[in-house]
């Protein structure tokens, strides 16, 4: 049975940075799509960054240039280092693995305010 677990949330000022982590047990992790997700109060649950089993990555424009997407296989592991955070990007964030199927891990909140 797949399970992710996310943690690195919490509260920062603007303009600071956060590490978000997941990891994932009960799957071959190399093989799985893993993105991170977010949604807002009163938002859809929006993409934000993803990394292929071959490592290539998309983002979110609005995260282009400030987060980074990454994976380590070795750990089952996947990290989003959020920089430069601001106000909007207040949010729980979720962990998403994608292979027939999706599976989430529960969020970890991330606030961004002074």
């Known amino acids: 049975q797949v399970h992710l677990v996310e943690s690195g949330g919490g509260l920062v000022q603007p303009g600071g940075s956060l590490r978000l982590s997941c990891a994932a047990s009960g799957i071959i992790f190399s093989i799985y799509h893993m993105s991170w997700y977010r949604q807002a109060p009163g938002k859809q649950r929006e993409l934000v960054a993803a990394?292929?089993?071959?490592?290539?990555?998309n983002y979110a424009d609005s995260v282009k240039g400030r987060f980074t997407i990454s994976r380590d296989n070795t750990k089952n592991m996947v990290y989003l280092q959020m920089n430069s955070l601001k106000p909007e990007d207040t949010a729980v964030y979720y962990c998403?693995?994608?292979?027939?199927?999706?599976?989430w891990g529960q969020g970890t909140q991330v606030t961004v305010s002074s």
């Open positions: 998403n693995a994608h292979r027939l199927g999706d599976t």
């Open positions: 990394i292929a089993s071959g490592y290539s990555t």
